[in-house]
């Protein structure tokens, strides 16, 4: 064999795995077929959106100078300004990686990967002539792409996608998202900081599915009066273009609904980006366009491992390091011959954050999650309008929850709806992650006044026995 562990992909996952791989002691090749190097976090995904936002929120801070005794004076967004400092800084985060590639702790191929069968992969690239590689064990670390689903009228009528957007040097005047999932969330927020009329059409029964149903209320209440239009429940019956932009006609409640925008953002979600691998040649099964893998990321074939968007089942960063890191250790433990249990993932510390205004976080069980796992909690919650350091910042939208077992009081949850709750959540993850009960964490000393010591209200609340 040519290489003891060949990763096909560059992204978080891969290069994770790569290190890991390399720190191992595995002759390891990270082959990227993309037309640039960085994977999706870094070019279109995670860090390009956040710096974005990042300029709306402060366009945000600005237009509200008022209500804080202060004058900004005339103010107005560049937005051909705010994707240049997105270039800078995404282009930096992207050199940077690259130069991790190609630091020779591991081999670095630009190609195109095709597997020819179980052990060998065919590499193609422009202006090079075809060549083949073998690996004892293979990680395929692909990520996602977006996806168009078959509605009518989606695919010609012109609709934006979350790549568009990235480098669109214009504000439209209105805006329909299609979708309400992170992305379609924080674009949402983006274009409306920044003045856009915004109409989200969303086709299940609130913001968020999955979230629990306060916290998606709680979300959808302070976008509503950030002057957002708000759909659920819908079923969407065809888009067409109009002199004007974009009609999309769907029902409501049972009444046919037309809106009508300069633009559309295709918000739908994504798809495994499996094209062009012929995972069939390697007897690789991805049931519904996404591979199957087990606990310890293996797919139906034992030597070649996925991580990250191509297998999921959640299409964030940390959890795609964390799979190609135990893909790469795992690879090793074959390679080692060391006895079993390979190392498995877990996925208790589930962590979720949504960078919208107000943002969303959660970690561990919701409600409908302890239900199907048939798990018996309580639950109290804490409004951030009855808080003193987000009254005082103005920021009074949302709350903080708690979920705990009833007999021994562990902490199997938590999510927040407010200032800061990207950050806030991962004290409840350290809790977790002790196994800390929510009496535990109402005796932790919190600085007052700060946001974090919203967390001791409803720790408090459920540290006293039920029935007391």
């Given amino acids: ?28 090749v990270v082959i990227e077929g993309g037309r640039e190097v960085g994977g999706l976090c870094i070019l279109r995904g995670c860090m390009p959106t956040k710096t974005m936002i990042e300029s709306a929120n402060r366009f945000l801070t600005l237009r509200r100078a008022g209500e804080f005794g202060l004058h900004a004076g005339a103010i107005s967004a560049n937005p051909a300004a705010i994707l240049a400092r997105k270039r800078r800084i995404i282009g930096e985060f992207a050199d940077y990686r690259r130069q991790q590639l190609e630091d020779r702790r591991f081999d670095f191929v630009r190609a195109r990967a095709t597997f020819a069968d179980a052990h060998t992969l065919r590499l193609d690239w422009p202006g090079e002539p075809p060549r083949t590689l073998s690996a004892a064990r293979i990680l395929v670390a692909t990520g996602s792409t977006v996806q168009t689903p078959p509605v009518p009228g989606l695919a010609t009528c012109g609709a934006l996608t979350s790549d568009d957007v990235l480098e669109r040097e214009t504000i439209p005047a209105s805006l329909i998202v299609l979708g309400a999932g992170p992305v379609a969330l924080e674009f949402a927020h983006y274009f409306a900081a920044l003045g856009t009329t915004v109409t989200i059409i969303q086709r299940g029964p609130q913001l968020l599915t999955g979230t629990d149903p306060d916290i998606a209320a709680a979300l959808e209440s302070a976008l509503r009066e950030r002057g957002l239009a708000i759909h659920t429940g819908t079923q969407i019956l065809a888009l067409e273009r109009t002199a004007a932009g974009v009609r999309v006609t769907f029902t409501q409640n049972g009444a046919t609904l037309t809106v009508e925008a300069a633009d559309v953002l295709n918000a739908l979600g994504r798809r495994p980006d499996l094209d062009g691998l012929a995972l069939a040649a390697a007897g690789v099964e991805a049931p519904r366009g996404r591979i199957q893998t087990n606990a310890h990321q293996q797919t139906s074939q034992p030597h070649i491992f996925a991580a990250g968007d191509c297998c999921g089942p959640y299409e964030v960063v940390h959890i795609a390091i964390q799979q190609g890191e135990i893909a790469a250790r795992n690879a090793a433990r074959q390679q080692r011959a060391d006895p079993p249990p390979l190392e498995s993932i877990d996925y208790r510390l589930n962590l979720f954050a949504v960078f919208t205004e107000p943002q969303v976080a959660s970690v561990g069980l919701t409600e409908a999650g302890a239900r199907a796992a048939g798990r018996a909690f309580r639950t109290a919650t804490y409004p951030f309008n009855d808080h003193g350091k987000s009254i005082a910042m103005g920021e009074t939208h949302g709350l903080v929850k708690l979920l705990a077992d009833p007999a021994t009081g562990e902490i199997l949850g938590g999510s927040v709806v407010g200032p800061h709750a990207s950050d806030l959540i ?43």
């Avoid at 064999?1 to 390891?28: H, N, Q, V, W």
């Fill in 1 to 28: 064999m040519d290489y003891d562990f060949a990763i096909i992909g560059g992204g978080s996952a891969g290069y994770a795995a790569a290190r890991t791989a390399s720190a191992e002691g595995l002759r390891t």
């Fill in 426 to 468: 991962h004290e409840i993850v350290v809790a977790m992650a002790f196994r800390a009960t929510a009496a535990q964490l109402a005796t932790i000393p919190h600085y007052h006044p700060t946001l974090s010591e919203i967390w001791t209200y409803p720790a408090e609340e459920l540290a006293v026995p039920s029935g007391t």
